[in-house]
Protein backbone atom coordinates (compact mmCIF):
# COMPACT_ATOMS: atom_id res chain seq x y z
CA UNK A 1 0.00 0.00 0.00
CA UNK A 2 1.63 3.18 -0.69
CA UNK A 3 2.65 5.97 2.08
CA UNK A 4 2.90 9.69 2.30
CA UNK A 5 4.57 11.67 4.66
CA UNK A 6 3.84 15.23 5.34
CA UNK A 7 4.22 18.03 7.90
CA UNK A 8 0.52 19.56 8.08
CA UNK A 9 -2.01 21.23 10.75
CA UNK A 10 -4.50 19.22 12.05
CA UNK A 11 -8.11 21.08 13.07
CA UNK A 12 -10.12 18.65 14.44
CA UNK A 13 -10.77 15.85 12.08
CA UNK A 14 -9.11 17.86 9.44
CA UNK A 15 -5.48 18.44 8.55
CA UNK A 16 -3.66 20.86 6.03
CA UNK A 17 -0.74 19.89 4.16
CA UNK A 18 2.33 22.00 4.58
CA UNK A 19 4.34 20.71 2.63
CA UNK A 20 5.34 16.78 1.82
CA UNK A 21 8.26 14.66 3.70
CA UNK A 22 10.44 11.68 2.70
CA UNK A 23 10.60 8.67 4.92
CA UNK A 24 13.90 9.47 6.02
CA UNK A 25 13.05 12.83 6.74
CA UNK A 26 9.65 11.60 8.79
CA UNK A 27 11.92 9.01 11.10
CA UNK A 28 14.11 11.54 11.42
CA UNK A 29 11.71 14.35 13.17
CA UNK A 30 9.71 12.00 14.63
CA UNK A 31 12.97 10.22 16.04
CA UNK A 32 13.56 14.12 17.81
CA UNK A 33 9.94 14.25 19.11
CA UNK A 34 10.34 11.20 20.70
CA UNK A 35 13.61 12.37 22.46
CA UNK A 36 12.17 15.31 23.51
CA UNK A 37 8.89 14.02 24.17
CA UNK A 38 11.37 11.61 26.85
CA UNK A 39 12.59 14.55 28.50
CA UNK A 40 9.12 15.72 29.41
CA UNK A 41 8.18 12.45 30.54
CA UNK A 42 11.05 12.24 33.11
CA UNK A 43 10.69 15.69 34.65
CA UNK A 44 7.15 14.35 35.52
CA UNK A 45 8.58 12.93 38.58
CA UNK A 46 9.49 16.08 39.75
CA UNK A 47 6.24 17.25 38.75
CA UNK A 48 5.23 14.68 40.98
CA UNK A 49 6.83 16.13 44.00
CA UNK A 50 5.39 19.38 43.93
CA UNK A 51 1.56 17.95 43.67
CA UNK A 52 2.59 16.30 46.61
CA UNK A 53 3.91 19.31 48.08
CA UNK A 54 1.04 21.13 47.44
CA UNK A 55 -1.62 18.80 48.19
CA UNK A 56 0.43 19.15 52.28
CA UNK A 57 0.29 22.31 51.99
CA UNK A 58 -3.49 22.83 51.20
CA UNK A 59 -4.19 20.72 53.48
CA UNK A 60 -2.56 22.59 56.13
CA UNK A 61 -4.67 25.50 55.18
CA UNK A 62 -8.18 23.65 55.03
CA UNK A 63 -7.08 22.38 58.81
CA UNK A 64 -6.24 25.47 59.82
CA UNK A 65 -9.93 27.17 58.49
CA UNK A 66 -11.85 24.77 60.27
CA UNK A 67 -10.33 25.36 63.54
CA UNK A 68 -10.83 28.73 62.94
CA UNK A 69 -14.11 28.16 62.19
CA UNK A 70 -14.49 25.63 64.97
CA UNK A 71 -12.25 26.31 67.60
CA UNK A 72 -13.84 23.28 70.05
CA UNK A 73 -12.43 20.39 67.85
CA UNK A 74 -12.19 17.69 70.39
CA UNK A 75 -8.88 15.67 70.09
CA UNK A 76 -9.89 12.40 67.92
CA UNK A 77 -10.00 15.05 65.07
CA UNK A 78 -6.58 16.76 65.97
CA UNK A 79 -5.58 12.63 66.29
CA UNK A 80 -6.81 12.21 62.61
CA UNK A 81 -5.20 15.77 61.23
CA UNK A 82 -2.16 14.68 62.60
CA UNK A 83 -2.03 11.23 60.76
CA UNK A 84 -3.58 12.46 57.70
CA UNK A 85 -0.61 15.31 57.18
CA UNK A 86 2.16 12.40 58.48
CA UNK A 87 0.54 10.59 55.41
CA UNK A 88 1.06 13.80 53.40
CA UNK A 89 4.65 14.45 54.25
CA UNK A 90 5.50 10.60 53.67
CA UNK A 91 3.92 11.08 49.92
CA UNK A 92 5.87 14.23 49.48
CA UNK A 93 9.51 12.60 50.96
CA UNK A 94 8.96 9.14 48.99
CA UNK A 95 8.20 11.50 45.66
CA UNK A 96 11.69 13.29 46.86
CA UNK A 97 13.81 9.67 46.68
CA UNK A 98 11.61 8.38 43.69
CA UNK A 99 12.66 11.54 42.04
CA UNK A 100 16.46 11.73 43.21
CA UNK A 101 17.12 7.89 42.52
CA UNK A 102 15.76 7.82 39.05
CA UNK A 103 16.95 10.85 37.90
CA UNK A 104 20.63 9.42 38.82
CA UNK A 105 20.17 6.06 37.37
CA UNK A 106 18.52 7.24 34.07
CA UNK A 107 22.18 9.74 33.86
CA UNK A 108 24.22 6.55 34.71
CA UNK A 109 21.95 4.73 32.22
CA UNK A 110 22.28 6.50 29.14
CA UNK A 111 25.78 7.92 30.37
CA UNK A 112 27.17 7.82 26.64
CA UNK A 113 24.44 10.93 25.88
CA UNK A 114 25.44 12.46 29.16
CA UNK A 115 28.28 11.89 30.78
CA UNK A 116 29.43 15.41 32.23
CA UNK A 117 25.43 15.06 33.72
CA UNK A 118 25.96 12.39 36.14
CA UNK A 119 29.14 14.54 37.52
CA UNK A 120 27.13 17.64 37.62
CA UNK A 121 24.27 15.54 39.22
CA UNK A 122 26.37 13.93 41.33
CA UNK A 123 27.83 17.28 42.62
CA UNK A 124 24.85 19.52 43.01
CA UNK A 125 23.08 17.17 45.00
CA UNK A 126 25.97 16.45 47.38
CA UNK A 127 26.00 19.90 47.50
CA UNK A 128 22.69 20.45 48.58
CA UNK A 129 23.06 17.66 50.99
CA UNK A 130 26.18 19.00 52.51
CA UNK A 131 25.11 22.72 52.79
CA UNK A 132 21.46 21.99 53.79
CA UNK A 133 20.42 20.51 56.88
CA UNK A 134 16.65 20.38 55.91
CA UNK A 135 17.75 18.52 53.12
CA UNK A 136 19.66 15.99 54.67
CA UNK A 137 17.11 15.94 57.82
CA UNK A 138 14.27 15.32 55.33
CA UNK A 139 16.34 12.80 53.22
CA UNK A 140 17.33 10.97 56.72
CA UNK A 141 13.68 11.36 57.92
CA UNK A 142 12.50 9.22 54.64
CA UNK A 143 14.55 6.07 56.06
CA UNK A 144 13.40 6.81 59.47
CA UNK A 145 10.34 6.37 58.06
CA UNK A 146 10.99 3.17 56.37
CA UNK A 147 12.54 1.44 59.04
CA UNK A 148 10.49 3.14 62.49
CA UNK A 149 6.73 3.71 60.98
CA UNK A 150 5.53 7.85 61.34
CA UNK A 151 7.26 10.08 63.59
CA UNK A 152 5.74 10.85 66.74
CA UNK A 153 4.76 14.49 67.66
CA UNK A 154 1.64 16.80 67.27
CA UNK A 155 -0.38 19.79 65.96
CA UNK A 156 0.10 22.88 67.21
CA UNK A 157 -1.69 26.19 66.69
CA UNK A 158 -0.95 29.54 67.67
CA UNK A 159 -2.76 32.39 67.05
CA UNK A 160 -1.53 36.51 67.50
CA UNK A 161 -1.90 39.95 66.60
CA UNK A 162 0.91 41.53 64.40
CA UNK A 163 1.86 44.99 65.29
CA UNK A 164 -1.20 46.22 62.90
CA UNK A 165 -3.16 44.26 65.03
CA UNK A 166 -4.35 41.63 62.81
CA UNK A 167 -4.98 38.62 64.41
CA UNK A 168 -2.58 35.65 62.70
CA UNK A 169 -3.06 32.12 62.82
CA UNK A 170 -0.90 29.47 62.50
CA UNK A 171 -0.81 25.51 62.64
CA UNK A 172 2.62 23.58 62.97
CA UNK A 173 3.36 19.78 62.76
CA UNK A 174 6.01 18.90 65.58
CA UNK A 175 8.74 16.73 65.81
CA UNK A 176 9.61 14.83 68.66
CA UNK A 177 13.20 15.64 68.73
CA UNK A 178 14.55 12.97 71.62
CA UNK A 179 12.08 10.12 70.38
CA UNK A 180 13.70 10.75 66.79
CA UNK A 181 16.80 10.37 68.27
CA UNK A 182 15.36 7.18 70.25
CA UNK A 183 14.07 5.29 67.67
CA UNK A 184 16.52 5.55 64.51
CA UNK A 185 20.53 4.52 64.89
CA UNK A 186 20.62 5.63 60.84
CA UNK A 187 21.24 9.54 61.21
CA UNK A 188 24.83 9.14 60.91
CA UNK A 189 26.40 12.85 61.36
CA UNK A 190 23.03 14.23 61.23
CA UNK A 191 22.21 13.06 64.88
CA UNK A 192 24.35 15.81 66.37
CA UNK A 193 22.65 18.74 64.74
CA UNK A 194 19.40 16.70 65.51
CA UNK A 195 20.06 16.75 69.26
CA UNK A 196 21.01 20.76 69.65
CA UNK A 197 17.36 21.41 68.29
CA UNK A 198 14.03 22.47 70.27
CA UNK A 199 12.69 19.35 71.81
CA UNK A 200 9.64 19.77 69.42
CA UNK A 201 10.49 21.78 66.35
CA UNK A 202 8.38 22.23 63.05
CA UNK A 203 8.89 20.13 59.95
CA UNK A 204 7.13 22.43 57.64
CA UNK A 205 9.84 25.13 57.28
CA UNK A 206 12.16 22.31 56.67
CA UNK A 207 10.22 21.03 53.82
CA UNK A 208 9.72 24.08 52.19
CA UNK A 209 13.36 24.51 52.32
CA UNK A 210 14.31 21.49 50.62
CA UNK A 211 11.39 21.93 47.98
CA UNK A 212 13.58 25.26 47.21
CA UNK A 213 16.72 23.04 46.90
CA UNK A 214 15.01 20.45 45.00
CA UNK A 215 13.70 22.89 42.68
CA UNK A 216 17.03 24.76 41.85
CA UNK A 217 18.84 20.80 41.46
CA UNK A 218 15.71 20.01 39.19
CA UNK A 219 16.04 23.33 36.93
CA UNK A 220 20.34 22.93 36.79
CA UNK A 221 19.98 19.37 35.70
CA UNK A 222 17.52 19.80 33.32
CA UNK A 223 18.81 22.85 31.40
CA UNK A 224 22.02 20.93 30.92
CA UNK A 225 20.46 17.86 29.33
CA UNK A 226 17.85 20.29 27.56
CA UNK A 227 21.46 21.85 26.05
CA UNK A 228 23.00 18.99 24.77
CA UNK A 229 19.54 18.57 22.38
CA UNK A 230 19.43 22.07 21.33
CA UNK A 231 20.39 21.09 17.45
CA UNK A 232 17.23 18.60 17.61
CA UNK A 233 14.81 21.60 18.87
CA UNK A 234 15.74 24.41 16.68
CA UNK A 235 15.53 21.75 13.85
CA UNK A 236 11.86 21.15 15.26
CA UNK A 237 11.25 24.63 15.47
CA UNK A 238 11.79 25.49 12.17
CA UNK A 239 9.51 23.30 11.16
CA UNK A 240 6.91 24.72 13.50
CA UNK A 241 7.42 28.27 11.96
CA UNK A 242 6.24 26.94 8.33
CA UNK A 243 3.14 25.77 10.04
CA UNK A 244 2.71 29.40 12.10
CA UNK A 245 0.07 31.05 9.31
CA UNK A 246 -1.63 27.93 9.11
CA UNK A 247 -4.81 26.97 11.10
CA UNK A 248 -4.14 23.56 13.23
CA UNK A 249 -2.04 21.78 15.56
CA UNK A 250 0.88 21.25 14.06
CA UNK A 251 2.34 18.07 13.05
CA UNK A 252 4.01 14.81 11.40
CA UNK A 253 1.47 13.04 9.23
CA UNK A 254 1.88 9.66 7.61
CA UNK A 255 -0.53 8.30 5.72
CA UNK A 256 -0.83 4.55 4.53
CA UNK A 257 -3.31 2.96 1.85
CA UNK A 258 -5.70 4.63 -1.03
CA UNK A 259 -9.34 6.08 -1.71
CA UNK A 260 -9.36 1.74 -2.54
CA UNK A 261 -7.86 0.77 0.53
CA UNK A 262 -8.38 1.02 4.15
CA UNK A 263 -6.47 3.96 5.09
CA UNK A 264 -4.57 4.37 7.88
CA UNK A 265 -3.30 8.15 9.62
CA UNK A 266 -0.58 8.50 11.98
CA UNK A 267 -0.27 11.92 13.39
CA UNK A 268 2.93 12.55 15.73
CA UNK A 269 2.35 16.31 17.97
CA UNK A 270 4.92 18.47 18.39
CA UNK A 271 6.17 19.08 21.99
CA UNK A 272 5.71 22.65 21.49
CA UNK A 273 6.10 23.56 25.18
CA UNK A 274 9.93 21.61 25.28
CA UNK A 275 10.71 22.76 22.34
CA UNK A 276 10.25 26.58 23.46
CA UNK A 277 12.26 26.03 26.60
CA UNK A 278 15.09 24.88 24.62
CA UNK A 279 15.42 27.49 21.75
CA UNK A 280 13.59 30.59 23.77
CA UNK A 281 10.91 30.82 21.08
CA UNK A 282 7.26 31.33 23.04
CA UNK A 283 4.48 30.35 20.89
CA UNK A 284 0.83 31.62 21.34
Known amino acids: MPTTYSLATINGPNFTGVRGLTEEEFIEFSGFISNLRKLASDEDLFKVVK ?3 NDLKSTLAKYLENYILNTETDVSIFEYW ?8 LNF ?12 TRLKREKSKYPEEIKFFEVITSYAYDNNFSYRFLYNLRNYAQHCGLPSG ?13 VINSLTILLVRDQLLEKFDGWKAVRKEIAIRDEHFDIIPLIDSMLMELEGINTKIYDRILSSHNQEGHILLNLLMETRDIKGAPGLIKVTGSNNDVVSVETIWFPCEIISRITGVVFE
Open 51 to 53: LNY
Open 82 to 89: FLDLNRLI
Open 93 to 104: LSAVRTYLDHTE
Open 154 to 166: NISIKSYENTTGE
